[in-house]
C-alpha cells in the first residue's frame, strides 16, 4: 500500500490485490475487543455499576453495529477501489483514515487479547499453533495497515493541511 497522493480532504493509495484482499478480510474482522473488555473503572466506587457497565456496553455495542455497516458498506462501495496496473487505486477522506485507524487498532487490539495479552504477561503466550498464528498474523497485518493510514494522516498535518 503506497501513497500516492495527499490532498486537504483525500488521501489516494494504490493497493495491490493481495494487501486489497487483506485489508478486506482485517476489516470484516471487526470487531474483536469483548465488548465487556472495557470497564466503567477499576478501583472507584460507582453508584449502580452493574447498571452503567450494562448501559457502556449496549452503548459500545450499538456503535460497532453501526461500524460493521460502514465497514461493508465502504467495502462494496462502486468506485471506491478503481483498478489499474498495480493492483487498485483507493482514495479515503481524513475522516475516513481516523475510523479505519481505531477499526484496524480494534482488530489488534483483540487479537493481542486472545493471544493472553503476552507483553504484559509473556509467560502465558502459548505455544504457536494454528489459532495462536492467525492471531499473531492479524496483529501484524493491522499494524502494517495502522503504519500506512498514521503516515498518510501526519502527511496532512506536517503540510499544514487538516
Given at each position: 500500500?503506497?501513497?500516492?497522493?495527499s490532498?486537504?480532504?483525500?488521501?489516494?493509495?494504490?493497493?495491490?490485490?493481495?494487501?486489497?484482499?487483506?485489508?478486506?478480510?482485517?476489516?470484516?474482522?471487526?470487531?474483536?475487543?469483548?465488548?465487556?473488555h472495557?470497564?466503567?473503572?477499576?478501583?472507584?466506587?460507582?453508584?449502580?455499576?452493574?447498571?452503567?457497565?450494562?448501559?457502556?456496553?449496549?452503548?459500545?455495542?450499538?456503535?460497532?453495529?453501526?461500524?460493521?455497516?460502514?465497514?461493508?458498506?465502504?467495502?462494496?462501495?462502486?468506485?471506491?477501489?478503481?483498478?489499474?496496473?498495480?493492483?487498485?487505486?483507493?482514495?479515503?477522506?481524513?475522516?475516513?483514515?481516523?475510523?479505519?485507524?481505531?477499526?484496524?487498532?480494534?482488530?489488534?487490539?483483540?487479537?493481542?487479547?486472545?493471544?493472553?495479552?503476552?507483553?504484559?504477561?509473556?509467560?502465558?503466550?502459548?505455544?504457536?499453533?494454528?489459532?495462536?498464528?492467525?492471531?499473531?498474523?492479524?496483529?501484524?497485518?493491522?499494524?502494517f495497515?495502522?503504519?500506512?493510514?498514521?503516515?498518510?494522516?501526519?502527511?496532512?498535518?506536517?503540510?499544514?493541511?487538516?
Amino acid at each position: 500500500m503506497k501513497r500516492i497522493r495527499s490532498g486537504p480532504q483525500r488521501v489516494q493509495f494504490e493497493i495491490s490485490q493481495d494487501e486489497k484482499n487483506l485489508l478486506a478480510h482485517l476489516l470484516r474482522l471487526y470487531p474483536l475487543v469483548p465488548a465487556n473488555h472495557q470497564r466503567l473503572s477499576q478501583g472507584r466506587q460507582i453508584p449502580d455499576r452493574e447498571e452503567n457497565q450494562q448501559l457502556l456496553e449496549d452503548s459500545l455495542n450499538a456503535q460497532r453495529q453501526e461500524n460493521r455497516k460502514h465497514v461493508e458498506a465502504m467495502l462494496n462501495e462502486q468506485g471506491r477501489f478503481v483498478e489499474c496496473p498495480a493492483g487498485s487505486r483507493v482514495s479515503f477522506s481524513r475522516s475516513e483514515i481516523e475510523w479505519l485507524l481505531q477499526v484496524c487498532n480494534d482488530v489488534r487490539v483483540g487479537s493481542w487479547l486472545a493471544l493472553g495479552s503476552p507483553a504484559q504477561h509473556p509467560e502465558i503466550l502459548p505455544g504457536v499453533d494454528p489459532q495462536t498464528a492467525q492471531h499473531i498474523v492479524i496483529m501484524e497485518v493491522a499494524a502494517f495497515f495502522e503504519m500506512q493510514l498514521l503516515s498518510a494522516a501526519s502527511s496532512g498535518r506536517q503540510s499544514g493541511h487538516a
